[in-house]
């Protein structure tokens, strides 16, 4: 069974920088495409990042273009990188992972994680 977890998520002021972390473990990840999503209270969670098991492909809600970066060193961990914070980015931010190709919505995942808080104070 397949285990996401997040960590690095936090309190911030606007225009300020965090950095998220998922890792996965649980079984050999090979063509595991791995992406972020965040969901705002009273609001459906949306696609922020994805990027592909090769490393090579990315990508972004328009949203985030500029802001955010997302990366990994290795099969089983992947980081967001979130600069230029705004309010309108508080959310719980969700690690995905699965063997989809894009991986631009929610049911193109298999495993998720627990989340992470992320709130951007004015």
């Known amino acids: 069974q397949v285990q996401l977890v997040e960590s690095g998520g936090g309190l911030v002021q606007a225009g300020g920088s965090l950095r998220l972390s998922c890792a996965a473990s649980g079984r050999t990840f090979r063509r595991y495409t791995m992406g972020w999503f965040r969901q705002a209270p009273g609001k459906e969670r949306d696609f922020v990042a994805t990027i592909r098991w090769s490393g090579d492909t990315t990508y972004y809600a328009d949203s985030v273009k500029g802001r955010f970066t997302i990366s990994r060193d290795n099969p089983n961990t992947v980081y967001l990188q979130m600069n230029s914070l705004r309010p309108d980015d508080t959310a719980v931010y969700y690690c995905?992972?699965?063997?989809?190709?894009?991986?631009?919505?929610?049911?193109?995942?298999?495993?998720w994680g627990q989340g992470t808080q992320v709130t951007v104070s004015s």
């Open positions: 995905a992972g699965g063997g989809t190709l894009r991986g631009l919505r929610g049911s193109d995942y298999d495993d």
